[in-house]
């Protein structure tokens, strides 16, 4: 018995240390190389998503604190948005939205972790972009389980665990066919559980002994606690910034990147750099009553987790300054269109927090989008409300390729041939807990138009009625304030119709 045992522990050592030799690290920037050569009249596009993003935070757009000060300064180069609305309020619907340019009814990727209907795995954007080189990398699970569907049009999709200091990725990597099934058998065999037992014996201390030891120089750096993607899978913002530097200079062009980055979505642990910046600052928000929706967060909460929240922003902010110098150190940025956006907001109100809710104000639907055009060396400011299905065909129209004809969104002014019809209707669609090929039945919907934003409620056993309406206008209320639904009755029932047709319209072919 002692001999087999001795050969058992010998057998799990020798599979744990090939497994160890997956993990990866990326050096830090050093000297800046020039990139290589374009192909002669093509420009690149990368596409950069910081999860979580809320306008409504954000300095750049008059927030009270300064989150993003190297943003404030990059501005002065780029195409400002002012009234940019994601598709969705979580990563799924949201992220889809980008990658399509259609809103959530469309693609139907409505639930959590959910997939576009079988059509749109076709109709994306790095098939849109079919002459660029097309490269992609998420630290968020959700994007990738999209970015999966999408590899047929990818040349280079990088494994999320590239960028993580220790992790369970390569067993996704390792049995992609049986992933549920292998994530499972590795927690229930190493990992201990909360009772301080596991199945594995040996092979447990011996994975939490290599975790640690990855981790630990890492800690001091971060005094919440090391950003993460749930569970052990740990990271680096820094390490993911410069490993796609490091990328870009090498990869053919032109190129196409999508890279979307998990901060400063939730867990917020910011660099120690950061760390305790508003802490004492005084500064309160504007206090507004609690939700029908609300999930009963104390308001000392709230501002606590704000106030990580901006933290963690400045971090963000650092770390894309790093990454534009560095590729415009290279020489890259005078034949590439740079965007900066979200895929959805975050909220710390009205006894809410982050944006998993049924509430679609503002802060949670609401992202930055700042289009850096080569050779750009002044700011443009746009007012006028545009959606992220809008990235598509503008980017498309840049680059000199074809917009297909099932992009519902348009080219973004300035660069659109004709002026945006300033009151043209953009719509926000929440939508999880409806099936996915079922008519939306359960759902928040926005229409805004204009100044006004109607917000739609239905189906929620909450409501009396199943139903609530609310109505803002957004130029005199910024902060959503004063529901005029019942002042301004015909401006309500005017948009109250449009969107209903709406949805009857896109009901119709799951009816």
């Excluded at 079919?130 to 049009?153: E, K, M, W």
Aim: avoid cysteine; aromatic fraction near 14%; charged fraction near 25%.
């Amino acid at each position: 018995m002692e001999k087999m045992n001795r050969l058992l522990d010998r057998r799990e050592f020798l599979k744990l240390s090939g497994l160890l030799s997956l993990s990866y690290a990326i050096p830090r920037f050093g000297m800046v190389p020039r990139a290589s050569q374009p192909t002669p009249g093509g420009q690149n596009v990368l596409l950069v998503v910081f999860d979580a993003l809320s306008a409504h935070q954000t300095s750049l757009y008059g927030y009270h604190r300064q989150t993003m000060p190297n943003l404030d300064q990059l501005a002065e180069r780029a195409i400002v948005y002012h009234n940019h609305f994601a598709g969705g309020n979580f990563t799924t619907p949201g992220t889809a939205s980008l990658l399509t340019g259609t809103l959530p009814w469309t693609h139907r990727a409505i639930n959590y972790n959910g997939t576009v209907d079988e059509p749109y795995v076709k109709k994306n954007i790095f098939r849109a972009f079919q002459n660029h080189y097309r490269i992609a990398y998420s630290h968020n699970p959700l994007v990738n389980t999209l970015l999966f569907q999408f590899t047929g049009d990818l040349d280079e999709f990088i494994p999320r665990e590239r960028f993580f200091l220790a992790s369970d990725g390569f067993i996704q990597t390792l049995f992609n066919a049986d992933e549920d099934i292998a994530t499972v058998s590795w927690a229930r065999t190493i990992k201990r559980k909360e009772e301080g037992y596991a199945y594995s014996l040996f092979l447990t201390h011996l994975y939490e002994q290599y975790r640690e030891g990855k981790v630990a120089n890492f800690k001091p750096l971060f005094p919440r606690g090391l950003p993460n993607a749930g569970g052990d899978n740990y990271f680096l913002l820094e390490q993911a910034i410069d490993g796609i530097g490091n990328r870009l200079v090498v990869v053919p062009q032109p190129f196409f990147g999508y890279f979307h980055f998990l901060p400063p979505h939730y867990p917020y642990k910011t660099h120690r750099d950061f760390y305790g910046k508003f802490e004492r600052d005084g500064w309160k928000p504007v206090d507004k009553p609690d939700d029908l929706f609300s999930q009963k967060k104390s308001t000392k909460t709230l501002l606590k987790w704000r106030i990580w929240y901006d933290e963690y922003l400045i971090y963000v902010d650092r770390e894309f300054r790093r990454l534009f110098d560095y590729l415009e150190g290279s020489g890259l940025l005078e034949n590439t269109w740079v965007v900066f956006t979200s895929d959805h907001g975050e909220m710390f109100e009205r006894g809410i927090s982050g944006h998993i809710t049924p509430v679609l104000h503002q802060p949670v639907i609401r992202v930055p989008l700042l289009i850096f055009e080569p050779g750009r060396e002044t700011r443009e400011d746009v007012y006028t409300p545009t959606s992220a299905i809008d990235l598509l065909p503008t980017l498309l129209q840049v680059t000199g390729q074809e917009i297909p004809d099932w992009v519902e969104g348009v080219v973004l002014p300035p660069i659109a041939p004709t002026s945006l019809d300033p009151e043209r209707s953009l719509y926000t669609v929440q939508a999880k807990h409806n099936e996915k090929y079922a008519p939306l039945t359960r759902a928040t919907t926005t229409i805004v138009k204009g100044r006004h934003k109607l917000l739609y409620f239905f189906g929620y056993d909450d409501l009396v009625g199943r139903e609530r309406i609310e109505l803002y206008d957004l130029e005199e209320d910024p902060e959503e304030l004063n529901d005029l639904y019942l002042a301004r009755k015909e401006i309500g029932a005017e948009l109250l119709e449009e969107l209903k047709a709406k949805l009857t319209e896109v009901n119709k072919p799951y009816l």
